[in-house]
T-cell receptor, first 114, second 115 residues
Framework: AQKVTQAQTEISVVEKEDVTLDCVYE???????LFWYKQPPSGELVFLIR??????QNEISGRYSWNFQKSTSSFNFTITASQVVDSAVYFC???????????FGTGTKLQVIP | GAGVSQSPSNKVTEKGKDVELRCDPI?????LYWYRQSLGQGLEFLIY????????KSGLPSDRFSAERTGGSVSTLTIQRTQQEDSAVYLC?????????????FGQGTRLTVV
């Protein structure tokens, strides 16, 4: 079984603040993939990043960074100097197991206030 | 097409009627997913097709829900005898590989309203 928990349902920050979105996952498999998706108000989910279980190196892409820690089964997402355009629902997802379907967390709604 | 296409984009139906939702995945993608998203909620997994393997139907909420994928391409999600609680956005996604190695690309969804 696989499970993704995003404990933060809604977060509000003021523009230019940094914000971290938490993601905790559960799987019994040693090989798995983790994802983050963004769902802006328009509704269409947009892929942000994929990480496999063998690569714990953190990644930075512009204002976005991801911290993958197997020891705590977490894959947290940080937005630096947030902007209004970052307002969206962010989903963490996991794919593991023989069939490897993708399981999503319940999402974190981020509101960036100008 | 360039992306995942879903039709119709909106569907209003009367309680008790059957509906069919269509998904055209990206050409060459072997994996296809259906998810349901109720207002303000997360994504609820419904069904997963991977190549010629038997689909994973573990997320279908009741026997009123069924899906098929013809020729490894287009998929149809059918809801029989619709109920008001079926109202949601139904999202389809496809990916190049079914083992989570590549990201899933999502369609814009079909907003189903059961009145």
């Amino acid at each position: 079984a696989q499970k993704v928990t995003q404990a933060q349902t809604e977060i509000s920050v003021v523009e230019k603040e940094d914000v971290t979105l938490d993601c905790v996952y559960e799987t019994r498999d040693t090989t798995y993939y983790l994802f983050w998706y963004k769902q802006p108000p328009s509704g269409e989910l947009v892929f942000l990043i994929r990480r496999n279980s063998f690569d714990e190196q953190n990644e930075i892409s512009g204002r976005y960074s991801w911290n993958f820690q197997k020891s705590t089964s977490s894959f947290n997402f940080t937005i630096t100097a947030s902007q209004v355009v970052d307002s969206a629902v962010y989903f963490c997802a996991l794919s593991s197991g023989g069939y490897q379907k993708v399981t999503f967390g319940t999402g974190t709604k981020l509101q960036v206030i100008p | 097409g360039a992306g995942v296409s879903q039709s119709p984009s909106n569907k209003v139906t009367e309680k008790g009627k059957d509906v069919e939702l269509r998904c055209d995945p990206i050409s060459g993608h072997t994996a296809l997913y259906w998810y349901r998203q109720s207002l303000g909620q997360g994504l609820e997994f419904l069904i997963y097709f991977q190549g010629n393997s038997a689909p994973d139907k573990s997320g279908l909420p009741s026997d009123r829900f069924s899906a098929e994928r013809t020729g490894g391409s287009v998929s149809t999600l059918t809801i029989q005898r619709t109920q008001q609680e079926d109202s949601a956005v139904y999202l389809c996604a496809s990916s190049l590989g079914g083992q989570g190695r590549t990201e899933a690309f999502f369609g814009q969804g079909t907003r189903l309203t059961v009145v």
